[in-house]
């Protein structure tokens, strides 16, 4: 859990200290970013250091914090993302995080499910981006033409790959680095 802490917390904040400054969003989407992310760091915080004091409940504990960092990059990614380019990269750290100490089956889980919620936004922006400029459009017509944009499908559905295929390989990273240490004791 440290590793995640002194590696992918950093990349996120950087991330978004880089949207922010970079970008330029509206003053409310700042404030907002800055209060989501003061939470989101005062949760994990606190969330981490009581893992040992509740010991009996420290592997709900630590799906709680993945589903809560994954909520915080999905928040953040809504945000920031017509802003910045690389939000999506957020989603890499709940997966990667429930690598670090869960069965590849869940760690699967955390990945489809972060890729679905991207897809989603993306899905729902190009949806809202679509009504705006034909307000008597229906919601279906919207969906079909926000599906047949091509270049909006294949970037979704890269990054959804690869968020999986990123967060598999973490998880057997984790798997082979135990194996290693139980086999030389």
Not at 25 to 35: D, G, I, L, N, Q
Not at 42 to 71: D, E
Not at 113 to 142: E, H, N, Q, R
Request: glycine share 4%; net charge positive; charged share 10%.
């Amino acid at each position: 859990m440290h590793i995640l802490n002194y590696y992918f917390t950093p990349f996120a904040v950087i991330l978004i200290v880089f949207a922010i400054f970079f970008s330029e969003p509206e003053r409310s989407v700042t404030y907002a970013c800055f209060a989501i992310l003061g939470a989101a760091f005062a949760a994990n915080y606190w969330l981490g250091k009581n893992t040992y004091r509740f010991l009996r409940w420290s592997r709900h504990i630590r799906a709680v914090t993945v589903w809560l960092n994954l909520g915080v990059s999905a928040a953040l990614f809504y945000l920031l993302s017509p802003y910045w380019a690389p939000m999506w990269l957020l989603f890499l750290t709940a997966p990667a995080a429930s690598a670090m100490y869960m069965k590849k089956w869940y760690v699967f889980l955390t990945a489809a499910g972060a890729s679905a919620i991207m897809v989603s936004i993306y899905f729902y922006k190009a949806v809202v981006f679509i009504t705006a400029d034909a307000p008597g459009l229906t919601l279906a017509a919207a969906l079909a033409q926000a599906a047949s944009n091509t270049q909006l499908l294949g970037m979704a559905l890269t990054q959804a790959v690869f968020i999986v295929f990123f967060s598999m390989f973490t998880a057997a990273m984790a798997e082979m680095i135990v194996k290693v240490r139980d086999s030389m004791r």
